[in-house]
């Protein structure tokens, strides 16, 4: 099983950047997949998770400025983020039931 992401970089405040997660080597449609970050000293959130189906269920913490989807064809999971703040910077992963990509930094910052 390989989760692979991808589109994590350094943004200004109220920027936007979109990161996806890939995975092979796993039956993607059966899973549900939750999106978490870990800021240094900080314990890991969740930031979003998307059902089987595609609803999704945000923390407050980003409601309104994260959009969150999947594509099952694609095997492949993505995080929109919009109006990014300072204090949402941290490593960005995916997981998918247990299995866990490897994680992408986020930097907001001007």
């Known amino acids: 099983v390989q989760l692979q992401a991808s589109g994590g970089g350094l943004v200004q405040p109220g920027g936007s950047i979109s990161l996806s997660c890939t995975a092979s080597g796993i039956d993607f449609n059966i899973y549900i997949i939750s999106w978490y970050r870990q800021a240094p000293g900080k314990a890991r959130e969740l930031v979003a998770q998307?059902?089987?189906?595609?609803?999704?269920n945000y923390a407050t913490s980003v409601k309104g400025r994260f959009t969150s989807s999947r594509d099952n064809a694609k095997r492949t999971a993505y995080l929109q983020m919009n109006s990014l703040k300072p204090e949402d910077t941290a490593v960005y992963y995916c997981d998918l039931q247990g299995y866990r990509g490897q994680g992408t930094l986020v930097t907001v910052s001007s």
């Open positions: 998307i059902s089987r189906i595609g609803s999704v």
